[in-house]
């Protein structure tokens, strides 16, 4: 004799998940997992970039100040201004490190591509750019130093004066194209960049 099955325990027999929903379900479910990871990961990675981008501005600002001082040390025979930015060339060149080790782990860590990559790469070549631009700064404050040591007033005050503003402007700009991704900023610079070497090369026939 057939007994006939209750209708509610039917109803939850068919609601019970077969073999193939399950799968269906695990499957899902690591999608959503995997996607969350992935974007957690691009997150960090976004972050990681951006902290190269800030940390590297925040060297060009001290460099473009460093610049400033040096041509200011000089003209004006500030041998405290001089001292001061003798000490900055040190923190310049440690964050030159700091900076091209953040790029370096990047590089090993996310291995990015394309204009990420570009990205990374640009900014670990801008930071030995600007670490040089602190290097030429910090030469000029000693060559100030030595000038109020001997009492002499640089030759060619007014040629430095408006070459090191220029030089200054430059660095700025050149900044403000990085952060910006401005192309045609950029190529202001490098056109800027010549017509400096000129006046560079007409100050110095006229002072030899």
Do not use: W
């Not at 602190?134 to 009492?151: F, N, T």
């Not at 900023?185 to 100050?203: C, H, M, R």
């Amino acid at each position: 004799m057939l007994l006939a099955r209750d209708p509610d325990e039917q109803k939850v027999g068919r609601a019970l998940p077969d073999k193939k929903d399950n799968e269906f379900l695990e499957g899902a479910i690591m999608d959503l997992t995997t996607d969350a990871h992935s974007h957690h990961i691009s997150q960090q990675f976004n972050d990681e970039l951006e902290h190269v981008k800030n940390h590297l501005l925040e060297m060009g600002g001290l460099v473009e100040r460093q610049v400033g001082d040096a041509i200011k040390a000089i003209i004006e025979a500030d041998s405290e201004l001089a001292v001061t930015v003798r000490a900055n060339d040190k923190r310049i060149n440690q964050m030159e490190i700091d900076i091209d080790e953040e790029c370096t782990r990047i590089i090993a860590r996310r291995q990015p591509a394309a204009s990420d990559l570009r990205l990374v790469i640009a900014a670990s070549k801008a930071v030995a750019d600007l670490e040089r631009i602190g290097d030429e700064s910090a030469k000029i404050a000693r060559l100030a130093m030595k000038l109020c040591e001997e009492g002499e007033a640089p030759r060619g005050y007014v040629e430095i004066r408006h070459i090191g503003d220029r030089v200054r402007r430059m660095t700025q700009q050149a900044l403000t194209a990085f952060a910006r991704l401005d192309v045609d900023t950029a190529l202001e610079v490098a056109q800027e960049d010549k017509d400096v070497d000129l006046e560079y090369e007409s100050v110095m026939r006229e002072m030899v």
